[in-house]
């Protein structure tokens, strides 16, 4: 059992930046890929982010490339989502999970945080 618990959420008008942060407990999670997810008021989940076991590969959604950066440090058992020049699109709650896989698709992931909210204005 891995629990999940995001933070570092908030408003924030567009340009600017935010550091998501993801605080895992219960196992390693080095073990696992990582991922970002997020989900706007009346659309699917979708994916935003993966990362490998090691970090050492990433794998991103188009519309957050070369804006959006993921990281991990497996000895702090934390994985980031580093949002930069936010878009008012990027307005969602945004989820922490688990892989079973380093894959885009949400079957792959299988332990979910509760999500940390993000606003972002115009």
């Known amino acids: 059992q ?4 995001e933070s570092g959420g908030g408003l924030m008008q567009a340009g600017g930046s935010l550091r998501l ?8 999670i080095s073990m696992y890929s990582m991922g970002w997810f997020r989900q706007a008021p009346g659309k699917e ?15 991103y959604v188009d519309s957050v490339k070369g804006r959006f950066t993921i990281s991990r440090d497996n000895a702090k058992n934390m994985v980031y989502l580093q949002m930069n020049s936010l878009k008012p699109e990027d307005t969602a709650v945004y989820y922490c999970a688990v ?5 885009m698709s949400r079957t792959g992931y ?8 993000v606003t972002v204005s115009s």
């Open 2 to 5: 891995v629990q999940l618990v």
């Open 21 to 28: 942060s993801c605080a895992a407990s219960g196992r390693t």
């Open 45 to 59: 989940r979708e994916f935003v982010a993966t990362i490998n076991q090691s970090g050492s590969s990433t794998l």
């Open 99 to 103: 892989g079973y896989r380093w894959t």
């Open 110 to 117: 299988g332990y979910w945080g509760r999500g940390t909210q």
